[in-house]
């Protein structure tokens, strides 16, 4: 809620933000008139105040306003201060934009060399488990994809995670920069494999179709 909504339903009334500014209200709920020369008490004043000398009415918020020459809105800030009460003032507001943190550059080569380093991580475990799960158990079988895949790849990857865990900064930033294309590639690779069983491989351990092989990959 905003602060005039605020207002009312804490129940301030005319007679609390006068008495507030220091206006003495006697026990008929009568008090001197601040806004005109006023010798004695011609202003009633509860929830609400009304003046029968110059004819003054309002609420608290209205009280406050004349009385210090403020805006409504700013009286309202006014009496929700000196009364402790609370609200929610861009409540149906859309929120500011939140502003993205610039990263350093240091910072983004570590987010790229730990993305790399992942990426070149779950695809080995891949190949891996390819090389053992693919092989041939005959020198007359047909090689299967995944299997060659692991066998043209396998090597190089390690080579890269080596790199990446062993080498100085410089070369782990030139192998960041070159191979980030080819990161991307085995990224997406790794995608399609979570969504198509290894690679698109059918039933019949991919006698029904090979799927994606590693020439489509780089």
Known sequence: MNVFEA??????TARQAAEHCGIKVNRNSMAVCPFHKDKNPSMKIDRRYFCF??????DAIDFVAKF????????????????????EENRGRKPPPKRKRQLSPEQRFERAEKKCFRVLSDYLCCLRDWNEKYAPHTAEEEWHPLFCE????????????????????????????????????????????AVGAEGGVGKNNGKDGAGITAGNMV
Do not use: M, N, W
């Open 150 to 193: 692991a066998l043209e790849k396998k090597d190089h990857i390690e080579y890269l995670l080596d790199i990446l865990l062993y080498a100085p900064l410089s070369e782990r930033v030139e192998l960041v920069t070159d191979y980030g294309e080819e990161v991307l590639r085995i990224e997406r690779r790794l995608e399609q494999c």
């Open 53 to 58: 000398g110059c004819g003054e009415k309002g």
């Open 68 to 87: 210090y020459g403020l805006g409504k809105k700013e009286a309202a800030l006014q009496i929700a201060l000196d009364f402790g009460i609370t609200f």
């Open 7 to 12: 207002i009312r339903e804490k129940g301030i």
